[in-house]
């Protein structure tokens, strides 16, 4: 079956950072696109990054210089490097799986990052 594992949230000050993860099993890797999603509560779900399955990366505004978002086809493995942490960062933050066309989305179980003084 098809799980996407994240890892890496936690409770951050403003101005830090933290690694994301997302490891996968169960899809054809190399032919997926890839990316991280964010709820805030009372918020709708909105796109943060996403990578395709060239590697070809695309940023939502919020986010552009200061999160990155990569993939290791070895380690099948996709990950959000997030630099600069704002409050309003704060989210819940969800790993994304689908072909092109967003045709079949998996979702990972989502992990909290908190960004706090």
């Known amino acids: 079956q098809v799980q996407l594992v994240e890892s890496g949230g936690g409770l951050v000050q403003p101005g830090g950072s933290l690694r994301l993860s997302c490891a996968a099993s169960g899809i054809i890797f190399s032919i997926y696109d890839m990316g991280w999603y964010r709820q805030a509560p009372g918020k709708q779900r909105e796109l943060v990054a996403g990578?395709?399955?060239?590697?070809?990366?695309n940023y939502a505004d919020f986010v552009k210089g200061r999160f990155t978002i990569s993939r290791d086809y070895a380690k099948i493995t996709v990950y959000l490097q997030m630099n600069s942490l704002k409050p309003e960062d704060t989210a819940v933050y969800y790993c994304n799986a689908d072909l092109p066309g967003r045709v079949v989305p998996y979702w990972g179980q989502g992990t909290q990052v908190t960004v706090s003084s």
């Open positions: 990578i395709t399955s060239g590697g070809r990366t």
